[in-house]
T-cell receptor
Framework: GIQVEQSPPDLILQEGANSTLRCNFSDSVNNLQWFHQNPWGQLINLFY???GTKQNGRSSATTVATERYSLLYISSSQTTDSGVYFC?????????????FGQGTILTVHP | GAVVSQHPSRVICKSGTSVKIECRSL??????MFWYRQFPKQSLMLMAT?????????EQGVEKDKFLINHASLTLSTLTVTSAHPEDSSFYIC?????????????FGPGTRLTVT
């Protein structure tokens, strides 16, 4: 199956700082989602981005499918951004329908 | 928006008993739902894919007789953990697929924390 690698595994920031999270995947994909899991366990949809760039408030995401990576940018971090960020691509073929989750990036934003 | 609910949010049960977890898509119909399990400080692991009106598809290594899945309607899937044991204690999360064909998003419920004593 598709392999997903996220970096960095941990990131500690001061409020107001910017950050870039990376997701590398081993196979071609026809879907990719970014999620934020808050401290209570809820996964929140951030982006559905199989290719291209999208912006939403202080965050944006870019997926370069041909080079098999996606980036999540968070600007002007706030303490409420803390949590785990997961990248989950979906490959075609026999894996059709299944998202494969990376191990996540744990983001901690200090006031 | 796309809202998925789960009930209960937290359950404690005794070893040997069964527990049922409900997953509902509140504002959209979902022919396909997914059940995940997450251990502390780990990623989500897909357990099974639940299709409305048909049998669930289980991932390798997941015991289908232990984790019973029923997708009885376009808005409800249930996971029953039968004869629960302490090693079944975990965070169980469902998700529902919104959209059709190859172009869809998954939306997640808030999770159910199961503790088996």
């Amino acid at each position: 199956g598709i392999q997903v690698e996220q970096s960095p595994p941990d990131l500690i920031l001061q409020e107001g700082a910017n950050s870039t999270l990376r997701c590398n995947f081993s196979d071609s994909v026809n879907n990719l989602q970014w999620f934020h899991q808050n401290p209570w366990g809820q996964l929140i949809n951030l982006f559905y981005i199989p290719s291209g760039t999208k912006q939403n408030g202080r965050s944006s995401a870019t997926t370069v499918a041909t080079e098999r990576y996606s980036l999540l940018y968070i600007s002007s971090s706030q303490t409420t951004d803390s949590g785990v960020y997961f990248c989950a691509p979906r490959a075609g073929g026999t894996s059709y329908g299944k998202l494969t989750f990376g191990q996540g990036t744990i983001l901690t934003v200090h006031p | 928006g796309a809202v998925v609910s789960q009930h209960p949010s937290r359950v404690i049960c005794k070893s040997g008993t069964s527990v049922k977890i409900e997953c509902r898509s509140l504002d959209f119909q979902a022919t396909t739902m997914f059940w995940y399990r997450q251990f502390p400080k780990q990623s989500l692991m897909l357990m099974a894919t639940s299709n409305e009106g048909s049998k669930a598809t289980y991932e390798q290594g997941v015991e289908k007789d232990k984790f019973l899945i029923n997708h009885a309607s376009l808005t409800l899937s249930t996971l029953t953990v039968t004869s629960a044991h302490p090693e079944d204690s975990s965070f169980y999360i469902c998700s529902a697929r919104r959209g059709a064909g190859g172009n869809y998003e998954q939306y997640f419920g808030p999770g159910t924390r199961l503790t088996v004593t």
